[in-house]
């Protein structure tokens, strides 16, 4: 049985696909939810929880949603690739208001961040979590902030945090992809319980995909000290997702999928950089 949280739990991006998933999980963990998103809540509120409708750019309606939360599940903003200025407000000035309000708080922040934060690793590496940032795009680039900013903080005020790289959190599995990167929704939720629970975090990373056998992009992160372990896999559809590639080289090649072919305008022929792999 898992214990409850003495505090509200402040969860952002309440009513987008995950943020309805945790807040069915967490509330039917008996947790006491404060929910926010810039969309309706479109579902039945759980038991004992709050949403307000709110903007992660409004800095002083952020702060006092927090007010009295022990831990902040960041769940919002913008969730895809899109241009540069429909990143910077919801992801990169609305972090901070959340790293505001988790400092006022002694709040713990338990940050969605994302595999699209290290996409242009190849495919043929394997990653620790320390690896080196290589995001995919602009949405990558605000995850890779986000979890420096979470570094400020640690070292600077002391708000801990926990960094989910989450590879593919959907229904099931449904390309050549995912087989690998595949995070279940049941996975996900006892992941956020374990950040939300456990004694101790300082300023950690873990790698958010199930148990599959095909995972062997990512490594070495602090699933063991926060006592979590995916059990869920996308092993069974392996026989029918084996086939299903997009035929694009660049989505094909690296990590980040699709996003890395969004926009991208490199030169075939360009020499290696000092980043590239020995194959250019
Ligand atoms: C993400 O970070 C996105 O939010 C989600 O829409 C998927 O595209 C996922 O990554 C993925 O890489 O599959």
């Known amino acids: 049985m898992t214990a409850v949280p003495t505090k509200p739990v402040f969860l952002t991006g309440a009513s987008g696909a995950l943020g309805r998933v945790l807040a069915k999980w967490l509330g039917g963990l008996g947790w006491t939810l404060v929910m926010t998103d810039i969309a309706a809540f479109p579902d039945p509120l759980p038991p004992g929880a709050s949403f307000t409708k709110a903007d992660l750019n409004d800095g002083p309606t952020i702060l006092r949603l927090a007010e009295g939360c022990g831990a902040i599940v960041h769940l919002g903003g913008v969730s895809v690739e899109r241009p540069f200025e429909e990143v910077l407000g919801p992801n990169i000035r609305g972090l901070f208001h959340i790293y505001e ?27 620790p979590a320390d690896t080196q940032f290589l995001p995919d795009g602009f949405y990558g680039l605000s995850k890779a902030y986000g979890e420096l900013m979470g570094r400020l903080y640690w070292f ?15 229904p099931e599995p449904v390309n050549n992809r995912m087989l690998a990167s595949y995070l279940s929704y049941a996975d996900f939720s006892r992941l956020v ?29 602090a699933r063991a000290e926060l006592g979590w372990e995916p059990t869920d896999s996308a092993d069974p559809y392996a026989g029918q997702l084996a086939g299903k590639v997009s035929g694009d080289p660049v989505e094909e090649r690296y990590m980040g999928g699709a996003f890395c072919s969004i926009g991208y305008s ?15």
Do not use: Y
């Open 266 to 280: 490199r030169s075939a022929f360009a020499p290696a950089g000092l980043f590239d792999s020995a194959k250019g």
């Open 193 to 221: 319980v374990a950040c939300v629970t456990a004694g101790q975090t300082g300023s950690c990373v873990v790698w958010g995909a199930s148990k599959n056998s095909r995972m062997t992009w990512w490594r070495d992160d």
């Open 156 to 170: 600077k005020h002391g708000v801990e945090n926990v960094n989910l790289r989450i590879g593919s959190a959907c």
């Open 101 to 127: 309000a988790a400092r006022r708080e002694k709040a713990r922040v338990i940050f969605a961040s994302s595999n699209h934060s290290v996409g242009f690793h190849e495919r043929t590496e394997s990653l």
